[in-house]
């Protein structure tokens, strides 16, 4: 009965290799989101999309690529990995588009590691 | 741009100590306010949340107030427990763009409960 799930939970890779990792939740949600947490846990938005479009892009480098086959996913697509792409990953899901008013719920986080 | 700023750690506490985390907040609208909590080697959970001035969210024994005149949410609880060991975040979600915002996070304060 997982809300927010997140595959693989570890991954460890190396430079310039391409990776996905998969998120899927199970509320009904609209909207779904991407966090990346550093490793002085400094946790920032990337993406936001609503019913599979597109809403916020917060300057990621063009490597990294969400793609949302339907609500209920929202998939991280990273090209030619780098170094300072080790981190967290988080994955998130909020009822809608009602901004602050709605709570949103993470996954359990991917952590990525590029050697 | 918005932004959330909070003590970072790590705060040591003995066992049935007061906790008192600060957290102030800049946003250009009109934010809800929230704590989350992650335990070690575990996602992101809601603590609490508020989402108007003089609101009290409260949870588990934890409590913040939304002081608008301060601009601040900090967090407290009266008597924590060796269980409390996490980090806490403090973020704000500011819907005066009308979409799907990310919440934009403190840096984290790590709290460790000593017996």
């Known amino acids: 009965d997982t809300a927010v799930s997140q595959t693989p939970k570890y991954l460890v890779t190396q430079m310039g290799n391409d990776k996905s990792i998969k998120c899927e939740q199970n509320l009904g949600h609209d909207t779904m989101y991407w966090y990346k947490q550093d490793s002085k846990k400094f946790l920032k938005i990337m993406f936001s999309y609503n019913n599979k479009e597109l809403i916020i892009n917060e300057t990621v480098p063009n490597r990294f690529s969400p793609k949302s086959p339907d609500k209920a996913h929202l998939n991280l697509h990273i090209n030619s990995l780098e170094l300072g792409d080790s981190a967290v990953y988080f994955c998130a899901s909020s009822l809608g588009l009602a901004g602050g008013l709605e709570t949103q719920y993470f996954g359990p986080g991917t952590r990525l590691l590029v050697l | 741009g918005d932004s959330v700023t909070q003590m970072e750690g790590p705060v040591t506490l003995s066992e049935e100590a007061f906790l008192t985390i600060n957290c102030t907040y800049t946003?250009?609208?009109?934010?809800?306010l929230f704590w989350y909590v992650q335990y070690p080697g575990e996602g992101l959970q809601l603590l609490l949340k508020a989402t108007k001035a003089d609101d009290k969210g409260s949870n588990k024994g934890f409590e913040a107030t939304y002081r608008k005149e301060t601009t601040s949410f900090h967090l407290e609880k009266g008597s924590v427990q060796v269980s409390d060991s996490a980090v806490y975040f403090c973020?704000?979600?500011?819907?005066?763009?009308?979409?799907?915002?990310?919440?934009?996070f403190g840096k984290g304060t790590h709290l460790i409960i000593q017996p």
């Open positions: 946003a250009t609208g009109y934010p809800s």
């Open positions: 973020a704000l979600s500011d819907y005066s763009g009308g979409g799907a915002d990310g919440l934009t």
